[in-house]
């Protein structure tokens, strides 16, 4: 899989800046005004993208009230069915090309996860950037080959991904020619507990498939999604909201503007601290080693003078002699009278 992925002009690699999403998702509540609020928020917090989900309950789901419809488990939407809850969270088709407007007067990047054949053809009319996989869609085999040959970039949460669900996925891109593939560390419980995350799994993915690597995240706060990032994470993904306090199917575990903002600047900070693999010591640091410890003379001493334990000592600041050369110089003997506070050099010494 390729190592640098262009999406919509921005590159995702190593060595780039991590690529921050905001998840709108429901949390626009059927109100566009607030959809667009939303994007704005998004912009002030720093998010580069802000990400759309393109459905409506009869493409994603069945009209039943059959058990295996009904929404059950100890979720946040127990008591309802699938094809109810979707009527509630869905964003109308109608708003994408107007988000997506304003999205760039903005100057962000907007695209959208698909769920079904009708939703990938409307948002190719759009001229979509990018296609995010939904993790229960990783098994969807038709659509991500219907993807995967537009040669766009796709990204693919996990969340109740197998590695033999990750592997077919991907197998599918090769064979249509698509390599621009992002792999997302997921979970799929909301909001997920921190001992589910396992973030340590991030390098793994991208050992196993060679994939730049990510985190969708629906952790409460932002510790986990910076934590992602000192493990490699190219792309944060993150629900936000104007206030967790209006509800919505998605609200309780998405992040308010304040603190999504706060997210990016500890990303920020921490890719500025993150650095260089490579050892070495900064102008500020190489300055410093004035300050370490060297030989000096500690005692007035006359000529032919034996150096001693007494008379040398190692100490700061580093302009005298290296101390590697302690045990080697006791015994030798002082080629002029020394003051003492000298650094030693080798022309004291016979």
């Given amino acids: 899989m390729n190592q640098e992925v262009y999406l919509a002009g921005r590159r995702i690699a190593a060595d780039s800046p991590v690529f921050i999403v905001a998840e709108m998702s429901a949390n626009h509540l ?8 939303i994007l704005h928020a998004a912009k002030e917090a720093g998010a580069d ?15 039943s009230d059959d058990d295996c419809f009904q929404i059950t488990g100890g979720t946040l939407w127990d008591g309802t069915t699938l094809h109810k809850l979707y009527e509630e969270a869905y964003t109308p088709w109608e708003w994408h090309p107007k988000l997506m407007e304003e999205a760039k007067k903005q100057g962000l990047i907007c695209f959208s996860s698909p769920f079904d054949f009708t ?8 001229d979509m950037p990018a296609y995010k996989i939904a993790s229960y869609e990783i098994n969807d085999i038709p659509l991500i ?12 949460a996990t969340g109740i991904a197998r590695l033999e669900d990750i592997e077919r996925a991907l197998a599918v891109c090769r064979q249509e020619g698509n390599e ?9 419980a909301y909001p997920t507990p921190y001992e589910d995350v396992n973030l340590n799994v991030i390098p793994t993915l991208e050992r196993t498939f060679g994939c730049l690597t990510g985190l969708s995240d629906h952790t409460m706060g932002s510790a986990v999604a910076v934590g992602a990032v000192a493990l490699g994470a190219r792309m944060v993904e993150k629900h936000l909201t104007l206030r967790r306090s209006d509800g919505g199917p998605d609200g309780a575990f998405s992040m308010e503007p ?4 706060k997210m990016v600047d500890d990303i920020r900070i921490l890719e500025k ?38 008379n040398v000592r190692s ?17 030798r003997k002082a080629s002029c009278p020394i003051r003492k506070g000298t650094p030693l050099s080798w022309n004291l010494i016979r």
């Fill in 30 to 37: 059927q109100d566009y005004d607030r959809a667009v609020r």
């Fill in 49 to 63: 993208a802000v990400k759309l989900q393109t459905y409506t309950a009869d493409t994603i789901t069945f009209d």
């Fill in 119 to 126: 939703a990938v053809d409307f948002m190719e009319g759009l």
């Fill in 145 to 156: 080959r219907k993807i995967a040959r537009l040669h766009k970039p796709m990204i693919f």
């Fill in 180 to 188: 621009d593939v992002i792999l997302l560390k997921c979970v799929s």
């Fill in 258 to 261: 304040e603190e999504f903002k």
């Fill in 273 to 310: 601290a993150l650095g260089s693999p490579v050892y070495r010591l900064t102008d500020v640091q190489e300055s410093e080693r004035f300050g370490s410890r060297s030989l000096f003379v500690v005692k007035d001493m006359g000529e032919g003078e034996s150096f001693t334990s007494e």
């Fill in 315 to 331: 100490i700061r600041p580093g302009c005298g002699l290296h101390t590697m050369y302690y045990e080697e110089i006791l015994g």
